[in-house]
């Protein structure tokens, strides 16, 4: 029964925090702190990603499905396929050249809860600021950008391999600031997030799956579930809060959420 309490909020906390911009990594990691959980969840949090990224796939399938089958025949089924190719390329170099360092410094338990508190707190006041000083936009379809605004889109969403950094945060961010509509930015961060985090998933999975154990199928069933619940709301819900009211309300969220989590080391 402790395990699949665990599930449920692990879930929970996955298909919250997976596509808004306060990052999921960083919050499954204090929570796994303070519920006491040990090494062997790490692949299980792993795992009930894959919720999250089919809630995705759930929501945008029609977008996803007639690039697919209009690559043969249409232009713009192309360029939307291969922005999002030229976006995951330098992801992808930089998450297997600093893997090591991630692994090894980044996540280091002496290390990641005052560097998790820290990285809130910055990333919280970037948005605060960047929210202010973003140039008009000039690009206002999420599916049609030009490969260079992709491109660059991608670039930015390398800082996200650090724990504390949100991947949507650097990207819708990262795309505003390119002259990117936020709403558009917002749609592309949604499309990029499925190769993105199927590629991460399938990486961490090579090297955890290990520890995997036959006893917590029950438990990665709920938490997949959950994740794939929680996020499809969220997902349809965050577009509508980013286009109305920015990212301002999550970058005093995580100045708040950093202040506590240093208030909570410091007496422990």
Partial sequence: MHDILMSL??????????FLPISSTAHLLVTERLLGLGDEWEAFTVVIQLGAILAVVAIYF??????????????DARRFALGLIVALLPSVVA??????LLDEVLLNPAFAMPF?????????????????????PRFFEGDKLPLLKAFQIGCCQIVSIIPGVSRSGATILGGEMLGVDRKAATLF???LAVPTMTGATILELHHKASSLTH??????????????????????????????????????????????????????
């Fill in 95 to 100: 998450g297997l050249a600093l893997k090591k």
């Fill in 9 to 18: 909020i692990l879930g929970v906390v996955e298909g919250l925090s997976e």
């Fill in 215 to 268: 006893g917590q199928t029950l438990d990665i069933a709920i938490g997949f579930v959950v994740s794939f619940i929680v996020a499809f709301f969220v997902i349809r819900e965050f577009l509508q809060i980013v286009t109305k009211y920015g990212l301002k309300p999550f970058g005093y969220y995580r100045i708040a959420a950093g202040l506590a989590l240093i208030a909570y080391l410091t007496i422990h």
């Fill in 189 to 191: 961060t949604f499309y």
């Fill in 116 to 136: 998790i508190a820290g990285c809130w707190i910055a990333g919280g006041i970037i948005i605060l600021v960047f929210e202010r000083i973003a140039p008009k």
């Fill in 62 to 75: 029609q977008v996803f499905w007639q690039a697919l089958i209009g690559l043969p025949s249409s232009a």
